[in-house]
């Protein structure tokens, strides 16, 4: 995750010591940090799908702060409403010295100064993965609830997600090849979270077996040359650069249908997976009622 603003340095001499010092201080006369109940942890979190499961598996009090990207419908996989609820955080350790959580949550790529920082001031950073499958979801919403002192939530998630994922599996057949396609040409391809849900929902995905991985991209001619039966479109309408989604050309494909993808449901594990899995289900029963190519909608 990219900070969205400097850190200052844990020690040293002169300047750089002295501002520390005063920024330490200050931190420990700000206003004190909302009390848990029942003495359980507090946190911060500076990772958007993290704060999603967070919001889910602990209680409101405990939680002092969300990353900023949640309440931003760009970068969010939570409600809104929901992810406005709770103070955002941009993740730098001046906003976390302020807070005095228990526990930081983070992925895993937490910028080395940062990690740095927060076991210098002997903050717990817990960083939790990227899940690639269901399976890592299940793991990630499991151990997030252990630490929020809530096991029996994180059960309760993973119930859902599973009963979502058993009624959108598919009828018996074939599974129909699709295309995850978003903004520029980019396609999720092997060893992602999506790949996952697109095989346990009926569907083949098609860049997978083309070899490709996450972030590659697809070339529109590829594209029309070896279409697959349904493109996901998943950009944002508005953006100039999803006009490659919106392609003319994508219309002559009369054997491959178009629809559209929020995609807010790629990124993310916990309750996303409910989301996606009722998405993915929708459009494999719409199949089945025509065969003609339409338009992202």
């Known amino acids: 995750m990219v900070r969205l603003a400097p850190f200052l340095p844990l020690a040293g001499k002169g300047r750089k010591g002295v501002a520390f010092a005063a920024l330490f201080l200050a931190a420990c006369s700000a206003a004190p940090a909302r ?28 939680i002092l702060a969300l990353s900023a990207y949640s309440s931003d419908p760009a970068s969010s996989s939570m409600d809104m409403e929901t992810a406005r609820r709770f103070p955002a955080v941009g993740g730098t350790v001046e906003e976390v010295l302020a807070l005095r959580p228990d526990v930081v949550l983070d992925g895993t790529y937490t910028p080395p100064a940062t990690h740095n920082a927060l076991s210098g001031l002997h903050f717990r950073l817990e960083q939790i993965g990227i899940a690639t499958t269901v399976d890592d979801s299940r793991k990630q919403v499991r151990r997030i609830a252990e630490l929020a002192g809530h096991p029996e939530r994180g059960e309760a998630l993973v119930g859902r997600i599973d009963a979502a994922l058993a009624k959108a599996a598919p009828p018996p057949g074939p599974a129909v090849s699709a295309i995850v396609w978003q903004s520029g040409g980019i396609v999720p391809g092997r060893d992602t979270l999506i790949s996952d849900l697109l095989q346990r929902t009926g569907f083949r995905n098609a860049a997978a077996d083309r070899g490709m991985r996450q972030a590659d991209i697809l070339p529109l001619e590829e594209m029309i040359a070896f279409p697959p039966r349904v493109i996901l479109a998943a950009g944002s309408p508005a953006a100039e650069e999803d006009r490659l989604l919106r392609h003319p050309a994508l219309a002559a494909l009369k054997n491959t249908r178009r629809e559209r993808l929020d995609p807010a449901l790629l990124w993310c594990g916990g309750p996303t ?14 199949l089945g009622q025509t ?4 338009p992202a909608s």
Not at 42 to 55: G, K, M, Q, R, Y
Not at 291 to 294: E, I, L, P, Y
């Open 35 to 62: 009390e848990a109940v029942r003495g359980e942890p507090t946190f911060v979190s500076l990772n958007p799908c993290i704060d999603a499961i967070l919001a889910e598996v602990a209680d409101p009090r405990q």
């Open 273 to 286: 997976i409910v989301r996606a899995a009722e998405r993915l289900a929708e459009v494999r029963r719409g």
């Open 291 to 294: 065969s003609t190519g339409g």
